[in-house]
DNA sequence: TGAAATGTTGGGGCG
DNA sequence: ACGCCCCAACATTTC
């Protein structure tokens, strides 16, 4: 008999609780990762390229083992139906996910088996804590972080992280129903991938090398550091978001560490997860939580559906420094700086009225860490309709937090080349400098008079 | 996890 | 010495 281990979005060893409980049946172990098309929209293609060398990376550690990562694609249902006719399974085992169609499959797979004798069995493998188990005094979800965050951390604890096996028993004879990684084709065709092979090395190693170096050097003072672009934060997200590392490690990590930063950095990261926990458990509630707005007055709002306005966006030619260059930064690495993700959002939805959902699309294109729930979650977040969102009126000025968070243009030059000989005192405000270069664009929008167009038009909603 | 407008305060220049 | 004005600097409020 053979135990399935369903491999999604949790591309380790190490803290893999659906892998420990498949090992503790000593059943021969079948890894398999399948590639579904259930999803109403596919990965994109940053995202794409990290899953490929994520699963790559994968593999090769399974190989240390002398087990492998057994591929597939199609529909996962009929897949795994498939091989229950041709290998005799005791087990699957999962980690669970939580969008609306990876649950209803996963529900799908689980009720098909129980009508036969194989055991299907879930575990949490990406959260803290449970969505079913987080709710407020009335019993339902949280709308505002800090009370859910308060809650959280209060009332639950989090289970300790297991480490990765050291053996595992597998059948050579699985590898013939195994697809190679190539034929997946997740690897784009565009030539666009030179970027993000130079900044990136996924994979769980990396992940935890990564982790290392943050702990050791930019875990203090990190709830200064992180507003400047030019610093580097954790870059952890890729690797979380495929569960490359995972949450409970992080965790523990962090309060083992806590005596040799100060607590507000510890604390500072912790929440960061804590967002995290709170995107996860408000799509668990909202399944549709990518197009509709949680707020309802906002699908009366009247965008203004631009395409010159938002290729420009996209292209990081909208004449405002600190927005071009994270949008280059975006394009060329496929990640973008924290702060810069609120600048750059925050003038596609108020400078220039674009619809949030435009904007959530290219990022969940372009991003590396491209999550199913982050991602529109921080992008209602930004535009005034999600929960606890940043209300209508507060709208960046994309001039002071340049001057802010990038004061001597660092950031800027080095994602915008047309402004590196642009002196300081203009390099914000390049249209205002007599000798401007001429192959850098005029503000598509003038700031103020921007600024209230979009008061106007958020209060009237 | 803002920014701008408006209000208040207090030191210094000056008649 | 005193009051008046100006205007940073800071605080509060409004969007």
């Known amino acids: 008999m053979v135990a399935i281990v369903w491999f999604r979005n949790d591309l380790r060893l190490t803290d893999h609780l659906a892998l420990d409980a498949a090992l503790k049946t000593g059943n021969p172990i079948l890894p398999i990762f399948i590639y579904d098309s259930i999803h109403s929209r596919s990965f994109g293609e940053a995202s794409k390229w990290w899953l490929h060398h994520s699963l790559s990376s994968l593999k090769r550690t399974l190989n240390l083992l002398k087990a492998d990562l057994i591929f597939q694609q199609g529909n996962a249902f009929e897949i795994l139906k498939n091989i229950a006719e041709q290998i005799p399974l005791s087990h699957i085992f999962w980690n669970r996910r939580y969008d609306a169609e990876g649950m209803q499959q996963d529900i799908q797979v689980k009720s098909y088996f129980k009508e036969t004798n194989i055991i299907c069995h879930s575990f949490n493998g990406s959260l803290l804590f449970e969505p079913h188990t987080i709710k407020n005094k009335e019993g339902k979800p949280f709308k505002v972080f800090s009370a859910f965050w308060k809650h959280c951390l209060s009332q639950h604890s989090v289970q300790e992280p297991i480490p990765a096996p050291t053996h595992l028993s597998f059948d050579k004879k699985f590898n013939e129903i195994s697809h190679t990684l190539d034929s997946l084709e997740l690897l784009p065709k565009l030539g666009w991938i030179k970027g993000l092979e130079e900044s990136w090395s996924p994979g769980e190693e990396n992940a935890q090398k990564n982790f290392d170096f943050f ?73 549709d939580l990518e197009e509709i707005p949680l707020k309802k007055d906002f699908e009366a709002f009247p965008w203004e559906k631009n395409p010159n306005h938002f290729d420009a966006w996209t292209k990081g030619l909208t004449g405002y420094p600190i927005v071009d260059a994270g949008m280059r930064e975006l394009w060329r690495t496929g990640y973008m700086h924290n702060r810069v993700r609120m600048i750059t959002a925050s003038f596609l939805v108020k400078h220039l009225l674009q619809p949030w959902q435009n904007g959530e699309k290219w ?99």
């Open 215 to 287: 702990l050791k050097n930019s875990l203090k003072n990190y709830k200064k550091n992180r507003d400047y672009p030019t610093l580097k934060t954790s870059r952890l997200s890729p690797y979380i978001r495929r569960g490359e590392i995972s949450v409970r490690q992080l965790w523990r990590a962090i309060h083992q560490h806590a005596i040799f930063s100060k607590e507000v950095d510890s604390e500072c990261f912790l929440s960061e997860l804590g967002w995290r926990e709170f995107s996860y458990h408000t799509l668990f509630h909202h399944p």
């Open 363 to 461: 990022f969940w294109d372009t991003l590396v860490d491209a999550d199913v729930a982050s991602n529109p979650f921080n992008w209602q977040w930004v535009a005034g309709c999600g929960a606890d969102a940043a209300p209508y009126f507060r709208i960046f000025n994309p001039i002071l937090q340049g001057e802010k968070f990038d004061p001597q243009g660092e950031y800027i030059r080095s994602w915008v080349p047309e402004l590196r000989d642009v002196p300081d005192d203009f390099i914000h405000t390049p249209w205002l400098y007599e000798n401007r270069p001429s192959d850098y664009p005029e503000p598509l929008v003038h700031h103020s008079k921007a600024r209230e167009k979009a008061l106007k038009a958020f209060k009237a909603m």
